[in-house]
C-alpha cells in the first residue's frame, strides 16, 4: 500500500542583500550574496561569490573539503585543473567541481576579456571530504529546460517535473534557474528537510509572501515534519521577466572551519590540508599554457 506524502507551505526565514566588496587585486568587481560568517543558518552552502574579471583572475590555487558551483552570467570562463581539464564555458553554462581531498585549479577571462560567475560552495560531511575529486561541465543546451505557461526552469541538479538535472553530487543538492514572466505565480516544491536559498539574479519576485528585489537572498529553513514543501513565488506588473537562482540541501549539522580555500570540521584538519598541498599530495601545479585563441 502506497503511503501519501504530506506536502507543507513554507516561509521564508529572513531576507538579506548582497554586500559589495569592489575591485581587488583578481578581480574588476567583486560582491557576496552571502557569506560563510555564521554557517549555522545557510548549512550546507558556505558562500555565494559575484565575481567580474578581466585580468588576472584567479590564478591555480588548491581546494579541499567542498564542491563549487560556478555558473556564467556573462562573457567567457576559461578554466583548467590538474586532473587534466581544460576549456571554455560561455553564458548560462555552469561548473560543478569536486575538491575532495584535494584539486588544483585556475579559472581566468578567456582572452583576458570578461568573465562575470557567480560562484556557489557547498560543503561536504566529514565521511565525504577527502572524496576522489570530479570535474563535471554542464552546459546550458545539455540541461533540462521545463516550460511552463508562467514559468521556464532550468535544471542543474535534483528532480522537478519528472526530469533529472545533470549534475552528480556527493550530497543531496537540488539547483535551478527559474524566469517567471510578469504578474505570474510559480509554486516551487522541494524536500522538506532541505534548507533553501532564492536569490534574485533580476527583477523582483514576492516569496511565501515576502517581497524580495534583485541583489536580495530570501531563505527558506528546512521543514522537518514533511517530506515535501512548496514556495509561492510571485511577479509583479513588471516589463520584464524576473530570474531567480534557488538551491537547496539537507543541513550538514557539522562544525565548519574555513581556512581559505580549504573547509574542513577543524582548524587541525585545515593546517593538515596545507601540509599536504606543500607536500605535494593534490597533484603538481600544472604548467598548463592559456588556451589559444580560435
Known sequence: MQTQQHTAH???????????????????????????????????????????????????HPHRGLETVTLV?????????????AGTLAAGDVQWMTAGRGIIHR????????AHVLQLWVNLPAEKKLVDSRYQDLLATDRPLIEH???RIDLISGTAAG????????????????????GRTVEHVLPGPDRAFFSVLSGAVTIAGRTVAAGQTAWSDPVSDADLSAIELRT???????????????????PVALGGSMVMNSHAEIEQAYRDFLAGKFGAVPRQARLQYR
Do not use: Y
Open 163 to 182: 526530469l533529472r538535472g545533470p549534475a552528480l553530487t556527493h550530497w543531496p543538492v537540488s539547483g535551478s534557474v527559474i524566469t517567471i514572466e510578469p
Open 73 to 85: 552570467l556573462d562573457g567567457v570562463l576559461e578554466h583548467g585543473d590538474n586532473i587534466g581539464h
Open 107 to 114: 579559472e581566468l577571462a578567456f582572452r583576458n576579456e570578461r
Open 149 to 151: 505557461e508562467n514559468a
Open 236 to 254: 509583479g506588473d513588471a516589463d520584464t521577466p524576473s530570474v531567480v537562482m534557488t538551491f537547496s540541501g539537507p543541513p550538514i549539522r557539522q
Open 10 to 60: 513554507r516561509t521564508v526565514a529572513r531576507v538579506q542583500g548582497k554586500v559589495h566588496l569592489g575591485p581587488d587585486s583578481q578581480v574588476d568587481d567583486k560582491s557576496l550574496w552571502f557569506t560563510p560568517q555564521s554557517p549555522e543558518l545557510t548549512d550546507p552552502f558556505l558562500v555565494l561569490a559575484d565575481d567580474l574579471f578581466s585580468a588576472p583572475g584567479f590564478e591555480w
